[in-house]
């Protein structure tokens, strides 16, 4: 089904009934596993590689950088690694979209592998990816003695990496960063300085697994990094080596199946995920366990089944993005829900805290907004009808649609990430 055209899409109510789907692979893990294979010595046949806008862009940058790309199907690609060469082979900038992984990684690895031969490099995205804040980022790598331009706003897109620009390596110390994306980057940057790098978190980052992601990925490719003491990172420069990698099923996009479950009073079944993922999100089976649903995980399969839901205090520090199907399990809830810990929600695709408040009180909830998060109380019966905005945010899209008797405007945001997504619930009888 292709929603990109569709101005709006009627979901319906899940009726109770066995869910099990295979949702396509982890855009995490896709893009930090086609941005180190591009960076290895050889070719890395990787695949479970999740097709979608994020990752597309990704490619289309690694193409633009010389990097080949031979596809053999949907999901399985061969990247021809150039040993960390990168050449810009057209004038025009390198384009992100709203890809937050594209836009930091990328940056961060052109800032530590600039030649003369190389040339200037520019990277721009979106709209909104050009007011997601790269401050503390660009501060970082221009400490480390990277060469950089903003072309517009100081510390946001568009900007350029001058021709040769490296990085010494050292100490780079964080108070907090405002991003786990800014440590992720200067972890595959270091592997391309001067000298090991040290990166100091003096209180800690938000979405630590997702760091974690990155240094288990790392290492596939043959990469030295890791954790040296609780709050600091340890990364030595070295070579990377191809690597055939298999990419597992996107825990976030699983989560909305989870959450499907315990809503309707269904039993919901994903295979090819459990506890050996190396996402944090697979863990999200747990805060439906806290809220009241049967919950269990295996090494390689999650299941969950609904019943009577309570409200609960939630710290989704360690797993953002599944803020708003947490929010949205909490309509169903006997009693209120707090959730915390999420204050980076409010400079993603949209501001979600906001804007979850807002579509989540269209609903009948009495929500208020906290500064890291938000405190909501169901209402008695959901309003049947409402129109839900997205903001462009397929997270929105995605998690609000799990309700059922709403209208989803502009559903082709959920391209970004899951493009099949509608037809999955489609298949489950939630839409006509």
């Not at 208020?368 to 169901?378: A, Q, R, T, Y």
């Not at 959901?382 to 839900?388: K, R, S, Y």
């Amino acid at each position: 089904m292709d929603v990109s055209q569709l101005a709006s899409i009627a979901v319906g109510r899940l009726s109770p009934q066995e869910i099990r789907v295979s949702p396509p692979g982890s855009k995490s893990i896709t893009n930090r596993a086609l941005l180190l294979a591009a960076l290895s010595d050889g070719a890395s046949k990787l695949s479970g590689v999740l097709r979608a806008e994020d990752t597309d862009l990704m490619r289309e940058c690694l193409t633009q950088l010389g990097i080949e790309l031979t596809e053999h199907d949907s999901t399985t690609f061969t990247v021809h690694g150039k040993s960390g060469e990168l050449a810009a082979t057209r004038g025009e900038p390198l384009f992100v979209g709203t890809a937050g992984t594209a836009a930091r990684f990328l940056t961060a690895v052109l800032a530590a592998t600039g030649t003369k031969r190389r040339g200037t490099i520019s990277v721009d995205g979106s709209p909104r990816m050009r007011e997601r804040p790269m401050a503390q980022l660009l501060d970082a790598l221009t400490a480390q003695g990277a060469s950089l331009r903003a072309e517009d706003v100081a510390g946001c897109l568009p900007l350029s990496i001058l021709e040769g620009s490296k990085l010494r390596g050292g100490q780079i110390r964080f108070a907090r960063p405002a991003s786990s994306q800014f440590i992720s980057a200067l972890l595959l940057s270091g592997l391309f300085a001067d000298e090991p790098t040290t990166i100091l978190l003096e209180q800690g980052t938000p979405a630590r697994p997702y760091v974690d992601m990155t240094l288990n990925t790392m290492v596939v490719f043959g990469g030295n990094a890791e954790w040296s003491a609780d709050e600091e990172l340890f990364v030595t420069p070295g070579a990377l080596s191809a690597s055939d990698y298999l990419i597992e099923p996107d825990a976030s996009a699983a989560s909305y199946f989870l959450a499907l479950g315990a809503i309707s009073g269904s039993n919901a079944t994903i295979d090819g995920l459990g506890s050996d993922s190396v996402q944090g999100d697979a863990g999200f089976y747990r805060v439906l366990e806290t809220m009241g649903a049967v919950a269990s995980q295996t090494t390689q399969q999650t299941q969950v089944t609904g019943q009577s839901l309570r409200g609960a205090e939630l710290d989704l520090t360690d797993m953002p993005d599944m803020t708003l199907t947490a929010a949205v399990v909490a309509l169903y809830a006997q009693g209120p829900t707090t959730i915390r810990g999420v204050e980076i929600l409010r400079h993603h695709e949209s501001d979600r805290i906001a804007a979850g408040a807002a579509e989540l009180r269209k609903l009948g909830a009495e929500v208020k907004e906290l500064d890291d998060g938000l405190h909501i109380v169901p209402p008695a019966s959901l309003t049947v009808g409402a129109q839900i905005e997205t903001y462009k945010d397929h997270r929105m899209a995605m998690a609000f649609a799990l309700c059922g008797d709403v209208t989803i405007l502009d559903p082709g945001c959920v391209n970004k990430t899951y493009p099949r997504y509608f037809d999955e619930l489609q298949s489950l009888g939630m839409l006509a």
